[in-house]
């Protein structure tokens, strides 16, 4: 049985199939039609059964169908399976970070994340990207090539690009602010793991675990070694997909999903 | 009716063009999030009357109270002793401070970082869209945060304000000094009445606040059977309206709901499925119509069979002994009651944490959530604490920060859909 995962993020789509195997995945930028999105990405694809993750989840599934899974449960799910014996993974996407803590069973036992704002998000580092003039792909790169030290005090996403402005007019090189800026984030996830009280092995996943900068700067302040898969944007899709494998996963999924109103 | 209202808004000042703005908005979303629920107690219908008229018919019965000579007092708190406000003749009505609406009219003023809560209530005022703080002849504050204690001396700019203090510690010296200050808004509210406390009085006034007190605990003595027969959300707001309606009604009112609920409860009849998730909510206030968190989570799935808030357990778990005895006795013992409330403002404050455990053992929860307004401090920081005493009695935390706006809702459906899943196995 042919099975889809699709994660739908605040920043990329991302759906992967499978059958014994992963079969296919794809990455697509959300937009501003994500449900359209979402439906010509499975268009293009055949299924039997799909569960749908990430913030649009809600959205999606109530439109086209699929069971839903939080962004948590998946991100576990696919983790666990690229690597069983994990124990914590970290997911940094484009507006929430989370970490999460599993049992040796893989059940997850709590999880943390960031509160309201872009603050620790992949979306604090692509506004950065903006305002340097570089490539979110280069940002990393760039970060570890610095030969100097400088800080960024504010972790606010305005704040931070303020005080990225006033170091661009004193005329420090962008290396030394993109690698503050990575130093102001990872601080902050760093934060994030150790409140929960990280368990080996360490899984690095979501968009922005494609920062090889990030990557190395979280090691590093906390101690451990941390695990990057190779495809770290598809985990959660993966996950999903997973999901809609397990005959379980018809009851994980909530039964009643409207969207929330509040005054 | 309606335009006996609109007369009665605009004799009270109020800003007709922005109160129709807030009168229009809240039925829709009171029908999304209320009446949309399935099988509900019919005792309900009172308080969906309530609030389909939350502007008017109570407004006009307070009016009319204060035209026949009678003193309203406006409360935000339940540190504020009903009792004596009642002994004097007088009203007591909880200010509702719980929506969004009235947040942006406070920023004008206040700092954008000060807790929802503070700013609502601030609004309500400087806005002129709350009819009962315009019926009202006092506002009594109080010293339970700081933000709140500063809010009220910006209010008392614009209203008539009096503030009682509360200690932070339970010490003797600390019970001294609020016996002290129970007995001073005595003379406080004795003065603006002109009324005398008698004993007499203040015993029936007792009695009747422990009569609210005793219908509000049989409610949530209701909850803790399984299947649930009531909402969260219906108690919440039960709670909520026993804050500002006539204390006489409210109680009827209240048992007649019991009476319809215990029957569920009998039959085995619940409002969710009997495997539904059970939720304790613990931590900073809900004030009417705040009903966010309560929503997010039954729409996800879960039973919120509890609150230990102020609009919760804090208000109503514990009575004032009915001795009687003389006027300074009877004020003694009503103050050393309201020194039994364990609000985050207290320090050292491990009741509080046993409050949670005990009622998470006591309500059968799957899972605590610790509801903090944002820019809350003492919530925050007690969150802390709160979070060490449930791991160590292994019952599974999710702590949210929020306010009343809904820009957040979707990251709060993620936290909360993954907690479900996590205490659902």
Redesign the interface.
Known sequence: MICAGLDVGSRTIVLVTMDGGILDSAILETGVNPLRRCQELLAARSYERLVVTG?GR?LVASAIGGD??????AYAVGARHLYPDCRTVIDVGG??SKVTLLSAEG?????E?N??CAAGSGKFLEVMAKTLEVDIGDLGALALSASKVVQINSLCTVFAESEVVSLISRGVESSAIALALHEAIAARIAGMVRRIGPKERVVFAGGAALDRCLHQLLSEKLGIEITVPPEPQIVGALGAALMAKSSASSQ?T?????????? | MATDNRQMWAELGIDLKKHDMLMNALPPIYKDIYLSQKNRPKGMGFFDFVVGDIHGIRVQELRQHAKNGTTVVATYCVFVPDEIVLAADAIPVGLCAGTQFSVPIAEEVLPRNTCALIKSSFGFKLGRICPYVQTSHLIVGETTCDGKKKMFEILAEYHPVYIMEVPNKKTQRSRDLWRGEVAAFQEVIEKQTGNEITADKLSKATRLVNDRRRALQRLYNTRKANPVPISGKDALLVTQVAFYDDISRCIKQVNALCDEVEKRVAKGEGVFPAKTPRVLISGSPMAIPNWKLHHILETAGAAVVCEESCTGTRMFSDLVPETGGPVEEQIKAIADRYMQIHCACFTPNEERLDDIVRLAREYKVDGVVHYNLQFCHTYANEAVKVEKALEKEGIPLLRVETDYSDEDAGQLRTRVDAFLEMIRR
């Open positions: 913030y809600h839903i899974v939080s962004e948590i449960k507006q929430d059940e997850v036992l709590k999880f994340m509160d309201r994980q909530s039964q009643r999903d409207s969207v929330p109103k509040v005054v």
